[in-house]
């Protein structure tokens, strides 16, 4: 895991085409804003576990955005 530390409106960039800046700090809070292009899914983590089917949380394994859900083994 690589952390980081930012400053309000300071970036993040990731794979050149997504930015993740700092776009407001109020007390514990962060707000963040994420540019990507429309294909990169980005959701919340909370969403995103949710989404997972029940096989794949049971066994610890993440099917990546790319990978088809028929190709799992």
Do not use: C, F
């Amino acid at each position: 895991m690589l952390i980081l530390s930012r400053k309000l409106n300071e970036s993040i960039v990731i794979d050149n085409d997504v930015v993740i800046r700092v776009m407001s700090l109020s007390g514990r809070r962060v707000r963040i804003g994420i540019e990507a292009p429309a294909e990169r899914l980005v959701l919340r983590k909370e969403v995103w576990d949710r989404l997972q089917p029940e096989d794949d949380r049971a066994t610890g394994r993440a099917r990546t955005s790319t990978e088809p859900a028929e190709s799992r083994s």
